[in-house]
């Protein structure tokens, strides 16, 4: 089945830690994305890519780091640089920027 | 970008209509209106999107203001699995053109 796919659905780590987000999708989509959720909020923008080998910051990318070296995948490494890493992290994916996105079932986050 | 405003919650008894309405006033020509719902602990999923007329498919209805500075998302019977927060969201073809979610409408449905 085609679809986007983010694993895993609950990851916890210890304070200090960097820890890799993974999404990969089979939609043949040029564009990705990653968002950010903290409870009761709207989605909040990480990081995009609009092509292979290419990504731009959003609007609250310090802290992360993100490579898109093939087209299927697009991981999101959260570093001890972020201040408050604890959060619902979305992937999502689209033909190109701006069209109907598809969105993976999020990685539920916690860092004690 | 354009911005978007919505109730903060809104509350509907089942089988019946609901309208969550969306003010757009600095959309532009070129912006589609797009609507997603997300339901607990899951990614937001599409519902439905229009550029000027009115659009109807399987989830929902959008009437669409006739000046493009307001929309209505028209759920025409609630059902329990419709509680969700749904958003209405600017977007057009220009590269670089993000979904930009706000907080959108959390929509209760009593039984």
């Known amino acids: 089945d085609g679809g986007i796919t983010q694993s895993p659905k609950y990851l916890f780590r210890k304070e200090g830690q960097n820890v890799t987000l993974s999404c990969e999708q089979n939609?043949?989509?040029?564009?990705m994305y990653w968002y950010r959720q903290d409870p009761g909020q709207g989605l909040r923008l990480i990081y995009y890519?609009?092509?292979?080998?290419?990504?731009q910051k959003g609007d609250i990318a310090e802290g992360y780091s993100v490579s898109r070296e093939k087209k299927e995948s697009f991981p999101l490494t959260v570093t001890s640089a972020q201040k408050n890493p604890t959060a619902f992290y979305l992937c999502?994916?689209?033909?190109?920027?701006?069209?109907?996105?598809?969105f993976g079932q999020g990685t539920r986050l916690t860092v004690v | 970008d354009a911005k978007t405003t919505q109730p903060n919650s809104m509350e509907s008894n089942e089988e019946e209509p609901v309208h969550l309405p969306c003010n757009h006033s600095t959309i532009s020509g070129t912006d589609y209106i797009h609507w997603y719902r997300q339901l607990p602990s899951q990614g937001p999923e599409y519902v439905i999107h229009?550029?000027?007329s009115n659009v109807n498919n399987r989830m929902a209805s959008l009437a669409i203001a006739e000046d493009r500075k307001s929309s209505t998302l028209i759920l025409h019977r609630a059902t329990l699995r419709d509680a969700a927060v749904y958003y209405c969201i600017l977007t057009n073809n220009n590269a670089g053109n993000m979904l930009t979610f706000g907080g959108g409408t959390r929509l209760m449905v009593k039984p």
């Open positions: 229009g550029l000027t």
């Open positions: 939609l043949n989509h040029d564009a």
């Open positions: 890519s609009q092509i292979v080998n290419d990504f």
């Open positions: 999502a994916s689209s033909i190109s920027t701006g069209k109907l996105a598809f």
